[in-house]
């Protein structure tokens, strides 16, 4: 079954250093691994997708994400945390061998930046 | 605004009673989707169409549930004799057939239900 684990609940970074957060899948066949980001009162927002081909992903607000199919890993980053940054982020999964279309969403994790 | 729109916002409800919702889609995709969410938890899929054809169900779309999307435009889920434990938020998700944005699925603001 497929299933994306996020272990950590909340991150808390200061501004201007770095931030991860973490995300590990389980999938039978090749995974399509996405992030989106959770505002309050709004509906989630794309952030980045793996699809195939180059390993490291370039999203949108300077995200990225990693990844690394020996660990089963997606973390996303970001070189400098903004406060803006806090929200609930979700990894999701699809596997591209299995019928179907549906996302597997992780639990999320709360990113908190503090000025 | 092109996105994903949903209403109602916001509905409370008594157990027992019927809630119909309403998603209208990004206007040129073809893939409809509805998620719930409750507290603490990711979007779990519920069902997806492709145009006007429903496509695939979760078990968690029980008998009391019920998606249509009649002239694959927008689409409707309905909830009959709601339970408390039907009370989350529903996400409705578009998508588009093919281009640069495939495989990315556009969600919109959400109904929050509440069932008292």
């Known amino acids: 079954a497929q299933s994306v684990a996020q272990p950590e609940d909340q991150v808390n970074v200061a501004e201007g250093n770095p931030l991860t957060v973490k995300c590990t899948y389980s999938?039978?066949?090749?995974?399509?691994l996405f992030w989106y980001v959770q505002y309050p009162n709004r509906g989630l927002q794309f952030l980045l997708k793996y699809i195939t081909g180059d390993n490291l992903v370039k999203g949108s607000y300077g995200f990225e994400a990693e990844f690394n199919k020996s660990q089963t890993s997606f973390h996303l980053k970001k070189p400098s945390a903004l406060v803006s940054d806090s929200a609930l982020y979700f990894c999701?999964?699809?596997?591209?061998?299995?019928?179907?279309?549906?996302?597997?969403f992780g639990k999320g994790t709360t990113l908190s930046v503090s000025s | 605004d092109t996105g994903v729109s949903q209403n109602p916002r916001h509905k409370i409800t008594k157990r027992g009673q019927n809630v119909t919702f309403r998603c209208d889609p990004i206007?040129?995709?073809?893939?409809l989707y509805w998620y719930r969410q409750t507290l603490g938890q990711g979007p779990e899929f519920l069902t997806y169409f492709q145009n006007e054809a429903q496509l695939e169900k979760s078990r968690l779309l029980s008998d009391r549930f019920s998606a249509e999307r009649p002239k694959g435009s927008f689409s409707t889920l309905e909830i009959q004799r709601t339970e408390q434990g039907d009370s989350a938020m529903y996400l409705c998700?578009?998508?588009?057939?093919?281009?640069?944005?495939?495989?990315?699925?556009?969600f919109g603001p959400g109904t929050r239900l509440t069932v008292l």
């Open positions: 206007s040129e995709h073809n893939r």
């Open positions: 998700a578009s998508s588009p057939e093919g281009g640069s944005s495939y495989n990315e699925q556009f």
């Open positions: 999938v039978s066949g090749n995974p399509y």
């Open positions: 999701a999964v699809r596997d591209i061998d299995q019928a179907g279309t549906a996302l597997i």
